[in-house]
């Protein structure tokens, strides 16, 4: 199968649901202009006219008002946000109306609303361009959120997520744009709601979500050489959440590591450790281990932010500390090298 | 001419009896939900409605009894939803503040100030999107224009010159806070001027002379191909929230209220009628009708189910 990029397989997405269905358009700051979106808008002011292509004024709150109308009048709007950072601009019309859209109406009616929303890291992004606000909105009833990690989730789940009949939040993280695998040519749907398993192991599970997935891929690449089997959980959205996708991981593994791409309080790793203590009690060898975010806000300072971040080295140590094993030699591992690569600007 | 008047004083005692039986019944506390009640501001709903053919759509403020009956005439679905009963499609999860009616055109309302407002845009964007010709008109208070997300939906409305017409219901009160004490600008409508789009204002009470002004307002949105604001003034005669008067309060007096009052919308298009040569007992027989018709609406909705408890769960996402 041919191999592609995160960003052109949300770029084929787009284009092949705009051409499917007259009633998507895709609207916000930027969606035109000659970055287009990193690229993932690429074609469609010219395929799909302007009409289709907007550009809009820098007022989030307004324009998620104006997708949620033109959802319930029939349309299947896609608002795009170049941080997810600025989506909290929106928070009265995503909390407040949209997320309470069809419920309001007695389920007569509802939103097929899409807010595509880019999680920022590295090369100084700092505190305001680096949130992962995907446990703010899924607290919210009536907000779908999905994560997708690889290129063949990214299409697949953002078809889904346009074809669905309900507002949903589609967070994409900046450095998974670059991430190159196979993707299926043409229309194909995952389904929301289904998780997967990146890799298959024994000894222990790692709850991932976003970016985390990859770290966690590093991190078992290397726990494998001394013999430790590591199972990979991608839940890849978490509303609907695929609750039985971990719990029969962690009752086969008996431990569970939530790595998740946000700050650890009060976030989705306290939701899945949940889960996990209340439907694996009796199988479980040991307490569920949360990482995450540092609880402060991001700085900009690389080395500040080196620590702000977990990474594969974190998880292993973790790892190792839930097993009882002593720790392994890190020094000929590269870590961080994806901050190395990303020179920004955004 | 004359039985699109006499429909207009129809709708206007139907809004007006409804709310009596509001204030009549709500001290039984049967319908749990706050009540911002529509008395004074009829005319204005009413003759917008008037203007609007049944296919375009509205949207409301959590003030919006007025505008559900004028819009949909439904008073069983009105009082049902009130008492919260199973017999309301909104099935008692909506009440007083969150009315709705797609399939009358009556697109929903927020308790949120100025929160319909880019919503309705939108619906307005779909609509020239479609090109189905339908018009939207939304209603919000005078607060609302202090609200940033007000200024941002103007903006985009009258960049893409979509076919919506904003309706200002100006009565002066930001829940007791008088504009003096909010506005640092001297008139709402010289404001909204400077955008691309008409502007009109009336302090009438007569629902006809709104219509007319509304009528006006929506032939311009449809051949000039630009939004419209129509400010209306009217005066509240309840307080902010609840069924009584509170004049007493210290924030307005009662004399500016028995001003509104001697034009009253209700008793006004009576009258206007009646010199038109109405016999009063046609005017009589609409208002027997009507009162019957709230009568039963309220019998109707006390003696219906309340829905299953499992209804809680339904209609939050698509097909559960």
Not at chain 2, 31 to 46: D, L, R
Not at chain 2, 181 to 192: A, F, K, N
Request: proline content about 5%.
């Amino acid at each position: 199968m041919r191999k592609i990029t995160f960003c052109e397989a949300l770029n084929e997405a787009l284009v092949e649901e705009m051409e499917r269905d007259p009633s998507v358009f895709i609207y916000g700051i930027g969606v035109p202009d000659h970055k287009k979106i990193f690229g993932s808008t690429n074609h469609l002011l010219e395929k799909f006219g302007p009409d289709r292509c907007l550009d809009t004024p820098i007022s989030e709150d307004a324009m998620t008002g104006v997708g949620l109308g033109a959802a319930i009048n029939g349309l299947r709007p896609i608002h795009v946000h170049i941080r997810v950072d600025f989506l909290l601009l929106a928070m009265n019309q995503l909390a407040n109306m949209a997320s309470s859209c069809r419920y309001g109406f007695g389920g007569r009616r509802g939103a097929p609303l899409v807010i595509r929303a880019i999680v920022g890291r590295g090369w100084g992004q700092g505190f305001q361009h680096s949130k992962s606000m995907h446990a703010v909105m899924a607290h919210i009833p009536g907000l779908k959120v999905v994560l997708p990690t690889t290129p063949r989730d990214a299409k697949g789940l953002l078809i889904a997520a346009i074809r669905d009949d309900d507002p949903v939040l589609f967070f994409e993280h900046r450095w998974l744009y670059w991430q190159e695998a196979e993707v299926p040519e043409g229309s194909f749907v995952e389904p929301l709601g289904k998780g997967r398993i990146l890799r298959k192991g024994s000894d222990l599970t790692i709850v991932a979500t976003s970016w985390m997935n990859v770290e966690a891929v590093h991190a078992a690449s290397i726990l494998e050489r001394r013999g430790v089997s590591i199972e990979i959980v991608d839940p890849r959205c978490l509303v609907p959440l695929d609750q039985a996708i971990i719990v029969e991981s962690v009752k086969k593994t008996g431990r569970c590591l939530v790595a998740d791409n946000d700050w650890v309080y009060c976030g989705f790793s306290a939701e899945v450790a949940a889960l996990v203590s209340d439907a694996c009690f009796g199988m479980l060898k040991g307490p569920v281990k949360r990482i995450g975010f540092a609880q402060t806000p991001c700085p900009t300072v690389r080395h500040l932010e080196n620590a702000f971040y977990p990474n594969a080295e974190t998880i292993v140590r973790t790892i190792e500390r839930m097993l009882d094993l002593p720790e392994m030699d890190l020094s000929g591992e590269r870590f961080f090298s994806h901050e190395n690569r990303f020179k920004g600007p955004f | 001419m004359i039985d699109e008047a006499i429909d207009i004083y129809r709708k206007l005692v139907l809004i007006r009896r409804s709310e009596e039986a509001i204030r009549r019944w709500y001290g039984q506390d049967e319908m749990k939900t706050p009540m911002h009640m529509s008395m004074g501001e009829e005319a204005i709903p009413v003759g917008v409605c008037a203007a609007l053919a049944s296919t375009d759509q509205v949207m409301g403020t959590y003030r919006t009894h007025a505008l559900y009956l004028a819009k949909t005439d439904d008073v069983d679905g009105f009082f049902a939803e009130l008492y919260g009963r199973a017999s309301s499609p909104l099935r008692g999860k909506c009440g007083s503040m969150h009315l709705s009616a797609p399939e009358h055109g009556m697109m929903g309302c927020s308790a949120i100030v100025a929160s319909a407002v880019p919503v309705s845009t939108g619906l307005a964007f779909a609509n020239r999107y479609q090109a189905n010709g339908k018009l939207v008109a939304v209603f919000f208070g005078d607060g609302a224009v202090e609200g940033g997300v007000f200024w941002e939906s103007l903006n985009f409305a009258c960049l893409r010159q979509l076919p919506i017409l904003l309706v200002c219901e100006d009565n002066g009160l930001a829940v007791h806070t008088l504009p003096e004490t909010r506005h640092g600008y001297d008139s709402i409508t010289q404001l909204v001027a400077g955008y691309r789009c008409d502007t009109w204002e009336t302090d009438s009470t007569d629902a006809v002379v709104v219509r007319d002004l509304a009528r006006r307002a929506i032939g311009r949105i449809r051949e000039g191909k630009r939004p419209g604001f129509l400010r209306c003034r009217y005066y509240r005669y309840l307080e902010h929230v609840g069924i009584n008067t509170d004049f007493d309060a210290g924030y307005r007096t009662e004399e500016g209220y028995r001003e509104w009052l001697a034009r009253d919308p209700v008793d006004l298009r009576r009258r206007l009628l009646l010199e038109q040569g109405v016999p009063e007992e046609r005017l009589c027989r609409i208002e027997a009708v009507e009162t019957e018709r709230v009568r039963q609406a309220v019998e109707k909705a006390k003696a219906a189910e309340f829905c299953n408890q499992s209804a809680l769960y339904e209609g939050v996402f698509a097909g559960a």
